[in-house]
């Protein structure tokens, strides 16, 4: 819980502040909503995510997986985009909001005064955290975690203590609610239309779905669908929205009441660091200080967090669509990158923290949608009553999206930005990376190795002839390939091969089977790949590693303009498949003597 609770809490220190800002004196009813979608709304949502992706895949697999092909991986993509943006601002934010806690601090040394260089210079520690490796570090969460909450209670119990002894600040709140807006009902309408400003509180469910391999669960479970894991980590997910519920109201209660309305505008002393401004007023500098410097912890630890969901992200999807180059599987070359992208983000945004809020929004939000999206196309033959409790989850957050966005685009700009990067470098290294082999291992049954040695003892010479799968003309084929070729049966004995294509979307192939068959007396291969041209080059470097003979393999020429057949090869696994076999072979053997021939008529 508290390896999830550090992006999830953290957002303490910064929400009750930002709350107010959106809502002014409404910001505990505001937050009421928040807590009530949170709890009726992600705990039953997400719960179900954990139920269908146990080994912590998240809402974006379970998508993919729902729409296979181009367009679910489309959709990952996309929403890769919104993803970076959620992960990257909660670096940023919360490096900010530790360095407005570092900077306010009476205690602190007046030359940490440069919000942006403080800021940029904790961005560099992390990832030079990251850089040396971070796995070793994942245990201070329990003790960061433990200290914060600790802390956010002694401030909550001394501010509701100064509440119910001065009485008179409810009285007012309540006098100033009615004179602004009359009624109920009225702040309530008000409140739900605040609702999405105030988003950020619903943070950290994605992480905690993320960890669930960590989660234990029962020893006789079935590894595949591990009941106990699922059940433990749907609790998880309901203790840390129960604990944060209590959090977030009692903060944006106390804060509402008791700190004057100038402190939470820029630059004043409770602008991002509502709580810690009362822990400093009730308990003194040594006290607010031990508070600061825990928030500080858990907001740099929540960047940490945010970076570890994004080093786990992007090799997870990009390099297995071919969209990423191998290195992307590393994590010191990711680290770098993204840590000049928070650097960038920082600068642009002045290190403020309430300017960042809205991307943040976008991210968190665009995620939670597409985990009711994904939830809704799970559930949909369940029931009536699961598909009306998912669709109106689905409708929310639709709704607070689009608002949210209206409302706040830089959010929008900047996932953008991050959507239209990955998909203009996705095609570029797809493109690059269209003539790897893909292919790392290949196996032919026992009819397929009797073809082979029939081959090998009439004469030699391996001779494989491409046809179309679905077709039965292997006559005709033959002595049309004779004819253009001049080639009689003693000279070439053909052994036919068919590679039906399969999800031309995916990119990687550990292991092509090829299966022998014979058909009106014909010998054939057959087979299935992503990538037919790298499938065909495959085989034949296998054939000629385990024969010690150079295989060749007989084509014809395809009717159609070479360059749209680049594009189908690309992204369809098809197209002009004799030059594409030959170049991917010709970049994996550079000798023309040791290399499997490919010939064309």
């Not at 709890?39 to 296979?68: C, D, T, W």
């Not at 858990?298 to 990009?318: D, H, K, T």
């Not at 180059?325 to 002045?350: D, E, G, M, S, Y």
Request: net charge neutral; charged share 15%; hydrophobic share 50%.
């Amino acid at each position: 819980m508290c390896l999830t609770g550090v992006d999830y809490f953290s957002t303490l220190g910064y929400q009750p502040g930002i709350a107010f800002l959106a809502a002014g004196i409404l910001s505990p009813l505001a937050t009421l909503i928040v807590v009530l979608v949170t709890l009726f709304g992600l705990v039953p949502l997400y719960a179900r995510v954990a139920k269908e992706s146990p080994h912590g895949q998240g809402s974006i697999a379970m998508l993919e997986n729902l729409l296979p092909g181009w367009r679910g991986k489309t959709l990952v993509l996309v929403l890769l985009g919104f993803a970076a943006t959620d992960f990257v601002i909660t670096i940023t934010l919360s490096a900010a909001d530790a360095t407005a806690h570092i900077v306010q601090n009476p205690m602190f040394p007046d030359w940490l005064s440069n919000r942006v260089a403080i800021t940029v210079y904790i961005l560099a520690i992390l990832g030079a955290v990251f850089l040396k490796g971070f796995r070793e570090a994942i245990g201070l969460s329990v003790l960061i975690v433990s200290l914060y909450l600790a802390c956010n209670a002694v401030v909550a119990v001394r501010s509701i203590v100064e509440i119910m002894t001065h009485l008179e600040v409810i009285t007012n709140w309540q006098t100033r609610l009615f004179t602004n807006y009359h009624s109920i009902p009225s702040m309530s309408g008000i409140s739900l239309i605040l609702f999405p400003k105030l988003a950020l509180g619903m943070s950290g469910f994605e992480t905690g779905v993320a960890v669930m391999p960590l989660v234990k669960g029962s020893p006789d479970e079935d590894p595949n669908q591990p009941s106990g894991r699922i059940k433990n980590t749907q609790k998880l997910l309901l203790f840390s929205a129960l604990t944060m519920a209590l959090l977030l109201l009692i903060s944006s209660i106390v804060t509402t009441l008791l700190i004057p309305e100038k402190h939470f505008a820029e630059g004043g002393q409770a602008n991002g660091r509502a709580l810690a401004y009362l822990a400093h007023l009730y308990f003194g500098e040594t006290f607010g200080t031990i508070y600061d410097i825990s928030t500080i912890l858990i907001l740099w630890f929540a960047g940490a967090s945010a970076m570890a969901g994004l080093l786990n992200l992007v090799p997870r999807y990009l390099p297995r669509y071919g969209m990423a180059p191998n290195w992307a599987k590393a994590q010191r070359p990711l680290v770098v990158i993204f840590t000049l992208i928070t650097f960038v983000v920082t600068i642009l945004f002045r290190a403020d923290v309430d300017a960042q809020a809205g991307a943040y929004a976008t991210g968190v939000l665009v995620l939670f949608m597409s985990a009711a999206f994904a939830v809704v196309l799970a559930s949909w033959n369940e029931g009536l009553g699961k598909r009306l409790l998912f669709c109106s989850i689905l409708i929310v957050f639709i709704y607070t999206s689009i608002a949210n966005m209206i409302e706040r685009p830089e959010g929008l700009h900047i996932a953008s930005f991050f959507i239209g990067t990955i998909l203009l470098t996705s095609l570029i290294s797809r493109a690059m990376r269209s003539l790897e082999l893909r292919i790392l291992n290949v196996k032919l049954d026992a009819k397929a190795q009797m073809f082979v040695q029939e081959s090998l003892s009439h004469g030699g010479l391996i001779c494989l002839l491409a046809h179309r799968p679905g077709g039965t003309d292997y006559a005709h084929k033959e002595k049309e390939t004779r004819f253009v070729h001049k080639l009689t049966k003693e000279e070439a004995s053909f052994i036919f091969l068919e590679v039906d294509l399969k999800n031309p979307s995916e990119f990687d192939d550990d292991c092509l089977e090829v299966t022998g068959h014979e058909i009106n007396g014909f010998r054939v291969f057959k087979a299935q790949s992503p990538a037919i041209p790298n499938a065909i080059a495959a085989l034949l470097l296998h054939l000629r590693d385990n024969t010690k003979t150079i295989p060749c393999a007989y084509f014809g020429w395809t009717e159609g303009h070479p360059i749209s057949y680049v594009f189908k090869y690309i992204f369809l696994g098809e197209g002009e498949t004799a030059p594409v076999t030959r170049e991917i072979l010709r970049e994996l053997e550079k000798t023309p003597d040791k290399r499997p021939k490919i010939i064309v008529g």
